[in-house]
């Protein structure tokens, strides 16, 4: 059973454009929602996390929105450029255990 | 600071064999865990651990043995390999239950043949 649903598998996006991940979960008890980058070779880093009582939380140019109520959150990755090419994850845990991974999203940024 | 350190980073096993991937952390974090990814799957949980002593099963332990005897390590065992655990795994710590972020070791890529 994937508890966490990522969306899509890969993207590709022009340098500037804005890159869209989509993740949905089914369990309400999760209460924190990161977001991790993988470079090919490395173990994934986090990049931005949220917890549910916010809606939308942006840093640089990186912005999740979280919507509580369709149990979905998203990663928007404005002005994207060919260093953002990486594996990109959505995670969602309930009090830090158990921290379950979406499949995965494979982006490239063309330049 | 060397972080999380995962050795060895590469390892080629024959069906039947046994070993262990080693995992150390030098941030004096009481939460570590083991994921294996594979391709189009992402990262699931294989067992974690709590602090030393206490440890538990993830969503695909079957295969796999743990132990937590110090703070600083968390190795993972095989103890009879077989094919459909070829996959890349990392080791990952964070620093109490409540915190946020979780720091990865390189992975170690193992392939049983």
């Known amino acids: 059973q994937q508890q966490v649903k990522q969306s899509p598998q890969s993207l590709i996006v022009q340098k500037g454009g804005i890159s869209i991940i989509n993740c949905a979960y089914e369990n309400t008890a999760f209460d924190y929602f990161p977001w991790y980058q993988q470079f090919p070779g490395k173990g994934p880093a986090l990049l931005i996390a949220?917890?549910?009582?916010?809606s939308e939380k942006k840093e640089g140019r990186f912005t999740i929105s979280f919507n509580k109520s369709a149990k979905q959150f998203s990663l928007h990755i404005m002005d994207s450029q060919p260093g953002d090419s990486a594996t990109y994850f959505c995670a969602a845990s309930r009090g830090g255990f158990k921290t379950i991974f979406g499949a995965g999203t494979r982006l490239f940024v063309k330049a | 600071n060397a972080g999380v350190t995962q050795t060895p980073k590469f390892q080629v096993l024959k069906t039947g064999q046994s070993m262990t991937l080693q995992c150390a952390q030098d941030?004096?974090?009481?939460?570590m865990s083991w994921y294996r990814q594979d391709p189009g799957m992402g990262l699931r949980l294989i067992h974690y651990s709590v602090g030393a002593g206490i440890t538990d099963q993830g969503e695909v332990p079957n295969g796999y043995n743990v132990s937590r005897s110090t703070t600083e390590d968390f190795p993972l065992r095989l103890l009879s390999a077989a094919p459909s655990q070829t996959s890349v795994y990392f080791c990952?710590?964070?620093?109490?239950?409540?915190?946020?972020?979780?720091?990865f070791g390189q992975g170690t890529r193992l392939t049983v043949v």
């Open positions: 949220i917890r549910p009582d916010v």
């Open positions: 990952a710590s964070r620093r109490q239950r409540g915190d946020t972020e979780a720091f």
């Open positions: 941030m004096n974090h009481e939460y």
